[in-house]
T-cell receptor, first 114, second 115 residues
Framework: DVKVTQSSRYLVKRTGEKVFLECVQDMDHENMFWYRQDPGLGLRLIYF???????EKGDIPEGYSVSREKKERFSLILESASTNQTSMYLC?????????????FGEGSWLTVV | KQEVTQIPAALSVPEGENLVLNCSFT??????LQWFRQDPGKGLTSLLL?????REQTSGRLNASLDKSSGRSTLYIAASQPGDSATYLC??????????????FGKGTLLTVNP
């Protein structure tokens, strides 16, 4: 079974702190993604990566950065956390290719910024 | 810009009932459509993936259909059970080309199946 592991399930951080959310997948997938999910807004793509050291902005990249130094690991970084970044963050991965490939999600990380 | 809408936003049914969840999308140029299930506080689990060239996919009590030209998909759940209670989301992948795999999600339908 594909496993996407988000190391922190629940975090509470202070405004202005630097926050790292880590995600690891064990299926050698090329593509990895970070989404945030908010009530009434659904899932929104923050960043994605289709290869090591490659990244592309999603729909809401402001206030975030990412790092992909190894194929299996994709990190989301909040340089200076703000209260409007309180949310559930979901990491996902998928194999490279076109229409036939499904996407696998982690369990999510609940971040509260106070 | 692709927009995905799911109706209804919430649905409550008695156990054993057959039900249909609806998903519509504005841009018919898609590679595929997926239905996901999300339990409270958890990640998403893929249920069914329909290629753009397919009309439907089945898995157990679940059947998903796709009408690409009209921008619609339905998820049919037969003989619903309390364990089916969850939020169901649909997502489409656009024909953006390349190896990217970007999904646009609907906001989901919250299903409650009452014993």
């Amino acid at each position: 079974d594909v496993k996407v592991t988000q190391s922190s399930r629940y975090l509470v951080k202070r405004t202005g702190e630097k926050v790292f959310l880590e995600c690891v997948q064990d299926m050698d997938h090329e593509n990895m993604f970070w989404y945030r999910q908010d009530p009434g807004l659904g899932l929104r793509l923050i960043y994605f990566s289709y290869d090591v050291k490659m990244k592309e902005k999603g729909d809401i990249p402001e206030g975030y950065s990412v790092s992909r130094e190894k194929k299996e690991r994709f990190s989301l970084i909040l340089e200076s956390a703000s209260t409007n970044q309180t949310s559930m963050y979901l990491c996902a991965s998928s194999p490279q290719g076109a229409s036939g490939n499904t996407i696998y999600f982690g369990e999510g990380s609940w971040l509260t910024v106070v | 810009k692709q927009e995905v809408t799911q109706i209804p936003a919430a649905l409550s049914v008695p156990e054993g009932e057959n039900l249909v969840l609806n998903c519509s999308f504005t841009d018919s140029a898609i590679y595929n459509l997926q239905w996901f299930r999300q339990d409270p506080g958890k990640g998403l689990t893929s249920l069914l993936l329909i290629q753009s060239s397919q009309r439907e996919q089945t898995s157990g009590r679940l059947n998903a259909s796709l009408d690409k030209s009209s921008g619609r998909s339905t998820l049919y759940i037969a003989a619903s059970q309390p364990g089916d209670s969850a939020t169901y989301l649909c997502a489409v992948r656009g024909e953006s080309g390349g190896s990217n795999y970007k999904l646009t999600f609907g906001k989901g339908t919250l299903l409650t199946v009452n014993p």
